[in-house]
Nanobody, 122 residues
Framework: QVQLVESGGGLVQAGGSLRLSCAAS????????MGWFRQASEKERELVAT???????FHAGSVMGRFTISRDNAKNTLYLQMNSLKPEDTAMYYC????????????????WGQGTQVTVAS
């Protein structure tokens, strides 16, 4: 099993920045692709960004140029640097890990964190 714990969420003014972290523990050797997803109130969960086992990155169009996903394998930690935040970025942000080498499909992620809330005030 793999445990994922997110941190770094909070309240920020529009235009501000936050850095989310996701610490992985347990059978981390089974992790390949990792990703960030978010779910706003009364909306479906959506993909934000993924990074695969070769550090190939995908960012959703809505965050491209503002958010950056990265990972530190030595620390078993995934990051999401969020700049130029907008009120529409307000959501619960979830970290996820997959045994697949690369995937952008939510259902192909095997492990999920509990989420960290990001609120952007206008």
């Amino acid at each position: 099993q793999v445990q994922l714990v997110e941190s770094g969420g909070g309240l920020v003014q529009a235009g501000g920045s936050l850095r989310l972290s996701c610490a992985a523990s347990g059978n981390t050797f089974s992790i390949n692709a990792m990703g960030w997803f978010r779910q706003a109130s009364e909306k479906e969960r959506e993909l934000v960004a993924t990074i695969d086992s070769r550090d190939i990155i995908f960012h959703a169009g809505s965050v491209m140029g503002r958010f950056t996903i990265s990972r530190d394998n030595a620390k078993n930690t995934l990051y999401l640097q969020m700049n130029s935040l907008k009120p529409e970025d307000t959501a619960m942000y979830y970290c996820a890990a997959s045994q697949r080498w690369r995937t952008v499909v939510e259902s192909e992620y095997d492990y999920w964190g509990q989420g960290t809330q990001v609120t952007v005030a206008s």
